[in-house]
């Protein structure tokens, strides 16, 4: 059997949740005019316009099951559904992030400062991880790029590291597992970090992104798998030779520098063409890039691993 996949831009608005189903108590207290629209004491930040370039071809996964099934392994190194309960130390108030490496404005961030000063939105994305579940979350945050000119890279600086925090005392998952070369780290291009996709996420669901789901500062890439996109991030550095990162060195055959999502390219132990969605674990099929070619074929040769 022939199986056409759809394009990103063909895939039908109507499948996606109509917005009047979908709007949040606090979207609706400010279309009552209860809340401040901007810049009072009173507004915030994850609570930000959708930007309707970004449609999707499924309903929104209900939060329950986005916020309830993590892969944090920090907290849990196995099991998905106990991270959110685990979470309970974690201190995400104040958060600063440190902007090092090959830039001209070198710089330690406080993250409220700086989402003042960001053009805050939320996008529609679908979610993949590599062990072939997915879901389709309404993300807040803003472009990855926003950041990057704010720090001004230099002409070397060919990508991006990124360390997230680590904190023993307050994340149980790392003493249940002490092989793994804590803290998690990845990396992009400075090319993928500057694709329009890429985005720094502080929100889900119209508030603040859970500490289950990598408060307060995460990573999102859509169209790579999922372990692509960090959490509570503490550290982005600029170079200009290939970061390591966590899975590859933990597991090099399995997982490569780029993990693009491909539905063609197997996993050592599993296929890659069909995905469960959360939480009815229906199967549907995988798209190339996760349906974000149109994005992103012109950063790729297809080869890359
Ligand atoms: N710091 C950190 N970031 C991480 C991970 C992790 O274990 N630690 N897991 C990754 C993986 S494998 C996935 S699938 C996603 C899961 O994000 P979610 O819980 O919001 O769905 O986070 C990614 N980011
Ligand atoms: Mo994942």
């Known amino acids: 059997m022939l199986i056409r996949i759809r394009k990103?831009?063909?895939?039908?608005?109507?499948?996606?949740?109509?917005?009047?189903v979908y709007l949040n108590r606090r979207q609706l207290l400010r279309a009552a005019g209860l809340l401040a629209a901007s810049g009072s004491l009173f507004a915030d930040p994850h609570a930000a316009k959708r930007n309707p370039e970004f449609t999707l071809d499924r309903p929104i996964t209900?939060?329950?099951?986005?916020?309830?099934?993590?892969?944090?392994?920090?907290?849990?190194?196995?099991?998905?559904?106990?991270?959110?309960?685990?979470?309970?130390?974690?201190?995400?108030?104040?958060?600063?992030?440190?902007?090092k490496g090959l830039v001209n404005k070198p710089q330690t961030l406080d993250l409220d400062d700086l989402l003042k000063t960001m053009p805050m939105e939320e996008r529609l994305y679908r979610f993949r991880c590599?062990?072939?579940?997915?879901?389709?979350?309404?993300?807040?945050?803003?472009?990855?790029?926003?950041?990057?000119?704010?720090?001004?890279?230099?002409?070397?600086a060919k990508y991006l590291r990124f360390v997230t925090a680590?904190?023993?005392?307050?994340m149980p998952g790392v003493k249940m597992a002490p092989w793994y070369k804590w803290p998690y780290y990845e990396g992009l291009t400075i090319a993928?970090?500057?694709?329009?996709?890429?985005?720094?996420?502080?929100?889900?669901?119209?508030?603040?992104?859970?500490?289950?789901?990598g408060a307060?500062?995460?990573?999102?890439?859509?169209?790579?798998?999922?372990?692509?996109s960090p959490k509570s991030i503490v550290t982005i550095e600029f170079a200009s030779k290939q970061p390591k990162t966590f899975w590859n060195d933990s597991q090099p055959r399995e997982y490569g520098f780029y993990s693009n999502v491909n539905p063609s390219q197997p996993h050592p132990r599993w296929s890659q063409?069909?995905?469960?969605?959360?939480?009815?674990?229906?199967?549907?099929?995988?798209?190339?890039?996760?349906?974000?070619?149109?994005?992103?074929t012109d950063l790729y040769n297809g080869d890359e691993y």
Do not use: C
């Not at 990103?8 to 009047?20: C, S």
């Open 166 to 170: 680590l904190r023993p005392e307050e």
């Open 273 to 296: 063409a069909h995905e469960k969605v959360i939480p009815t674990m229906q199967l549907r099929p995988t798209l190339m890039y996760n349906g974000y070619e149109k994005w992103v």
């Open 62 to 99: 209900p939060e329950w099951a986005a916020t309830g099934y993590n892969n944090f392994y920090e907290f849990h190194p196995t099991d998905k559904q106990a991270v959110k309960d685990l979470v309970g130390k974690f201190k995400i108030s104040p958060w600063k992030i440190e902007v």
């Open 216 to 228: 307060p500062f995460r990573v999102i890439v859509p169209w790579k798998y999922g372990y692509k």
């Open 8 to 20: 990103g831009w063909e895939i039908p608005e109507r499948e996606a949740t109509p917005e009047h």
């Open 130 to 156: 590599v062990e072939a579940w997915s879901m389709a979350v309404p993300w807040t945050g803003f472009p990855m790029s926003e950041l990057i000119k704010k720090v001004q890279p230099k002409e070397e």
């Open 192 to 213: 993928e970090a500057m694709n329009p996709l890429a985005m720094f996420v502080t929100g889900m669901y119209g508030k603040q992104v859970p500490k289950q789901n």
